[in-house]
């Protein structure tokens, strides 16, 4: 029953976030060069629960993250250890998604009237004004660094939604939705909905 907001110019500078909400502990890994928010429970099966933190390294252009606890790498896009003990002790662990959206601050508030909102009053010295300290960046067609593997479907940075099922990956280009806010598809066997707003960046 609660909401809570996390602003993105917030996020371009400190790229995590360890909350509660609802009394669920969870925290969000934001990778800053491909816009991507990710919410995951805090806990690792059979381990405990931990805090997580930006490591500052990248993976194929992906922000790889740290559990403060063993100090191991993850990759925050997949939820799961590359690099330190818990990768060591069993590379298949995967953290647990919970339900994340990217929309804007409008559409959330009609939405979420009794919304909580992170503060920009963060304790640090930071320029939060909206595209610091990546708006150059977004407005070049050009990636920061090299892809070794390219596709030539899509642009380097086309936004896109990414859905992960049963095994199964499929990307879909956000500008899919400018025509109509509804795709019908199926992917591991099931069949989805696609509800999207190619201006607010958002898919559901």
């Known amino acids: 029953g609660e909401a809570r907001a996390y602003p993105l110019r917030v996020l371009d500078w400190h790229e995590m976030v360890n909350d509660i909400v609802g009394e669920q502990r969870f925290f969000i890994a934001y990778c800053t060069l491909c816009g991507a928010a990710i919410a995951y429970d805090s806990y690792v099966d059979g ?14 252009s992906n922000k790889l993250m740290y559990d403060r606890e063993t100090r191991t790498l993850w990759s925050s896009l997949e939820g799961r250890p590359i690099l330190g003990p818990l990768a060591v002790a069993n590379p298949n662990w995967q953290l647990h998604r919970l339900p994340i959206v990217r929309t804007s601050w409008g559409e959330w508030k009609r939405l979420h009237p009794k919304t909580t909102v992170l503060s920009l009053e963060t304790g640090y010295r930071r320029d939060y004004t909206p595209g610091q300290p990546y708006g150059e960046y977004f407005a070049s067609p050009d990636p920061m660094f090299p892809i070794a593997r390219r596709n030539p479907v899509l642009k380097p940075k086309d936004w896109i939604y990414g859905l992960s099922l049963e095994g199964q990956r499929k990307a879909y280009p956000l500008k899919a939705f400018e025509a109509r806010p509804a795709l019908m598809d199926e992917l591991g066997g099931k069949k989805i909905l696609l509800l999207g707003n190619s201006e607010r960046l958002e898919v559901r």
Do not use: Y
């Not at 381990?47 to 194929?60: D, E, M, P, W, Y």
């Open 47 to 60: 381990v405990g629960r931990f805090v997580f933190a930006s490591s500052g390294l990248l993976r194929r």
